[in-house]
Nanobody
Framework: QVQLVESGGGSVQAGGSLRLSCAASGGDSYTNCYMGWFRQAPGKEYEGVAAIDTDGRTRYADSVKGRFTISEDNAKNTLYLEMNSLKPEDTGMYSC????????????????????????WGRGTQVTVSS
């Protein structure tokens, strides 16, 4: 079983920066296809923010392009989300997630920003951006 633990959230003013971390432990016998960051504002659906595949290719939601950067340190089993130029609308609970499939051939079927295509989730870390 994969365990994911996020950290780094907090309260900042608009224009500020935060760096989120997601420490992964455990394992899954299947193939890891994607790691992703999602956020959920009160009363809203989960929103995919950024994702990275096993080849290091990254994808971003239009709302965060140019401001957020997803990266990973495989030696430390840690996923990061660098967030700059934060806006009040970035406020929410940020969760990291891992998508696994029975073999790598199915990785192309994963929708990077669909919460339903991720098997393992952390509990999240709160980000609050004030104006």
């Amino acid at each position: 079983q994969v365990q994911l633990v996020e950290s780094g959230g907090g309260s900042v003013q608009a224009g500020g920066s935060l760096r989120l971390s997601c420490a992964a432990s455990g394992g899954d016998s299947y193939t890891n296809c994607y790691m992703g960051w999602f956020r959920q504002a009160p009363g809203k659906e989960y929103e995919g923010v950024a994702a990275i595949d096993t080849d290091g290719r990254t994808r971003y939601a239009d709302s965060v392009k140019g401001r957020f950067t997803i990266s990973e340190d495989n030696a430390k089993n840690t996923l990061y989300l660098e967030m700059n130029s934060l806006k009040p609308e970035d406020t929410g609970m940020y969760s990291c997630a891992a998508s696994y499939r029975s073999n790598s051939g199915y990785c192309s079927t994963v929708r990077p920003f669909s919460q339903y295509d991720y098997n393992h989730w952390g509990r999240g870390t709160q980000v609050t951006v004030s104006s």
